[in-house]
């Protein structure tokens, strides 16, 4: 859990898990120095206590986009004739601007050739969200909002660090590549982790669920893709208004 902690993005930590988006000058240098102690003793209660248990499931399949789709095959039957299709994820295209889907970052279909793609399943485990609970119901409300907000981003610091792992696996150049989570404004639309629960043994491993809108649960968790392209960016699909 040490490891994690190091990843932690403190300025995701502090002024937006903790509130403090709109301190500035040397009234944030002093709660800037308060949240720091604030953090060490948290990273050392939730190692005594073991309320935070980063864990994690990923995988490589074999995929080519097709459109706007990425097709993911059964790394099996890939010397076949008609290779078996596993899952099929439709990407959104970005409307204005470059036009962009996460499709257009691997080897098409027409290409003949085969490119990979790694998904990830991240979570700080259960524990978290019942320490929140308990503080909750002995009126702790302060307490209970900084220990969401810290175990909300050590999922993400766990998040980035498995892909960082799967970068060395794959061979890839420092930083190279980019991880995108359903939800957000590449991927807005998380039905697909619907599919990904079926890719990836997040359920039988880690024990995490989804709820019938399909959020992850227990809610300190993440799921991604991994995009190994070394131009792939950061993009807003935007909003299709009609007329």
Not at 26 to 54: C, F, H, N, S, T
Not at 77 to 104: H, I, K, Y
Not at 159 to 164: R, Y
Request: overall charge negative; glycine content about 8%; aromatic content about 12%.
């Amino acid at each position: 859990m040490q490891l994690v902690a190091e990843r932690l993005n403190l300025s995701g930590l502090y002024r937006l898990s903790w509130g403090a988006k709109n301190t500035r000058g040397e009234a944030w240098k002093k709660l800037k120095e308060e949240y720091d102690q604030k953090r060490i003793a948290m990273v050392d209660q939730a190692l005594q206590e073991g309320w935070l248990e980063p864990q994690a499931v990923y995988g490589y399949w074999p995929v080519q986009a097709e459109g706007n789709d990425l097709i993911f095959y059964d790394p099996e039957t890939l010397n076949e004739t008609e290779p078996s299709v596993l899952e099929r994820m439709t990407f959104p295209r970005q409307v204005g601007g470059e036009g962009l889907s996460l499709a257009d970052y691997f080897l098409s279909k027409e290409s003949g050739q085969f490119d990979v793609v790694a998904l990830q399943v991240v979570t700080v485990g259960p524990k978290a969200t019942a320490k929140t609970a308990e503080l909750e119901k002995a009126n702790l409300y302060s307490d209970a909002y900084y220990v969401h907000g810290f175990s909300v981003q050590m999922a993400e610091a766990a998040a980035d660090f498995l892909h960082d792992y799967i970068r060395k696996e794959l061979g890839m150049a420092k930083g190279q590549g980019l991880r995108y989570s359903w939800g957000y404004t590449a991927i807005p639309d998380i039905s697909d982790h619907a599919k990904v629960f079926k890719l990836l043994p997040a359920e039988s491993a880690l024990g995490l669920s989804l709820t019938s809108a399909y959020q992850l649960v227990p809610e300190q968790s993440t799921a991604a893709i991994v995009v190994h392209h070394p131009e792939a960016r950061y993009f807003h699909i935007g909003i299709n208004r009609a007329g």
